[in-house]
């Protein structure tokens, strides 16, 4: 849907391959996921004022999964 979202991440990861200097890259999707979930997850949160379950809905996910992911990001309040 947000295109300019996909295209920041295409050259992200594009930049990402370019300067690894021939390391062998590992461990992508946790590291993408972990750069990506904690800001995603603090501006939903900032638009719903903290309203978790608000905040689950826009994700698509559930509350208790919500709750996991801001724990686990150290997120929570």
Excluded at 23 to 51: C, F, R, W
Excluded at 58 to 69: D, E, H, P, V
């Amino acid at each position: 849907r947000n295109r300019l979202l996909r295209n920041f991440t295409e050259d992200a990861m594009g930049s990402y391959f370019k300067n690894l200097n021939g390391h062998k890259p590992a461990d992508i999707y946790k590291l993408v996921m972990g750069e990506v979930e904690p800001p995603m997850l603090k501006s939903v949160m900032e638009y719903t004022s903290g309203n978790q379950s608000v905040a689950a809905e826009i994700l698509g996910i559930s509350r208790a999964t919500l709750r996991k992911k801001l724990k686990q990001y150290r997120l929570h309040s």
